[in-house]
T-cell receptor, first 112, second 117 residues
C-alpha cells in the first residue's frame, strides 16, 4: 500500500513569490494535516482538512492557506513568501476520527 | 490543552548499549501518546502508540515505551542500540490543541539520538 506522497521534494522561491505544495494521502484516509518544521522551532501544526473542509488551523497568518480536493489530496499555498518560511513542510493523513497520523517525506521550501 | 516535554535534547550511547529517551506529558484526560522517529531529511515514521490498553507498548525496530500515569511519563527504551537508530525522536500527545478548537497532535521538541561506534 502506498504511503503519503508529497511533491515537489524541493522548492526554491524568492521572497514575495507564492509556493504551492501538494500531498496525496494514504488510500482510504480522508483527513489531511499540514505541519511546518523550521530550524529551531520544532514541528508546528498548520492546517487540518477533512472531507474537503478546513477543520482547524494553527497559529499562522492567512497567507498560509490550502484546500482539499474531492479525491482527498491536498494543496498548501503560501503567499507573499518571507525568508522565515524556509522549512520542511510535512503532510500527514489519517482515517476520520483517528489519532494515528501517517507522514509523508516532506517538501523542503527554501526562500531566498 | 495538552503538552509534552522531552527531557533531553541530545542523548549519546554506544552501539549495543541500552537507549532511554525521556518524555513527560500533561493532559486533562487519558491521553493517546506516540513516539515518532525522523531520520535526516526524511518524514516522520510512527514507532509506537499508547491508547489506554496495555501500559507497556511494543513498537517497531525493538523499541518499547511504558506509560506511567502516576509519573505522567512515557519514556522510550531499547535494550541494544544499533547504528541505524541514530535519528531525531519525537514524543507526541493527542488531544485538545492550545487555543481551543479541535483535537490534534502536539509534538515535543525532539531528542537527537547519537550512536557511538
Amino acid at each position: 500500500e502506498a504511503g503519503v506522497t508529497q511533491s515537489p521534494t524541493h522548492l526554491i522561491k524568492t521572497r514575495g513569490q507564492q509556493a504551492t505544495l501538494r500531498c496525496s494521502p494514504i488510500s482510504g484516509h480522508t483527513s489531511v494535516y499540514w505541519y511546518q518544521q523550521a530550524l529551531g522551532l520544532g514541528l508546528q501544526f498548520l492546517l487540518w482538512y477533512d472531507e474537503g473542509e478546513e477543520r482547524n488551523r494553527g497559529n499562522f497568518p492567512p497567507r498560509f492557506s490550502g484546500r482539499q480536493f474531492p479525491n482527498y489530496s491536498s494543496e498548501l499555498n503560501v503567499n507573499a513568501l518571507e525568508l522565515e518560511d524556509s522549512a520542511l513542510y510535512l503532510c500527514a493523513s489519517s482515517l476520520v476520527g483517528s489519532s494515528e497520523q501517517y507522514f509523508g517525506p516532506g517538501t523542503r521550501l527554501t526562500v531566498t | 490543552a495538552q503538552s509534552v516535554t522531552q527531557l533531553d535534547s541530545h542523548v549519546s550511547v554506544s552501539e549495543g548499549t541500552p537507549v532511554l529517551l525521556r518524555c513527560n506529558y500533561s493532559s486533562s484526560y487519558s491521553p493517546s501518546l506516540f513516539w515518532y522517529v525522523q531520520h535526516p531529511n526524511k518524514g516522520l515514521q510512527l514507532l509506537l502508540k499508547y491508547t489506554s490498553a496495555a501500559t507497556l507498548v511494543k513498537g517497531i525496530n525493538g523499541f518499547e515505551a511504558e506509560f506511567k500515569k502516576s509519573e505522567t511519563s512515557f519514556h522510550l527504551t531499547k535494550p541494544s542500540a544499533h547504528m541505524s537508530d541514530a535519528a531525531e525522536y519525537f514524543c507526541v500527545v493527542y488531544g485538545r490543541l492550545s487555543g481551543g478548537g479541535a483535537d490534534g497532535l502536539t509534538f515535543g521538541k525532539g531528542t537527537h539520538l547519537i550512536i557511538q561506534p
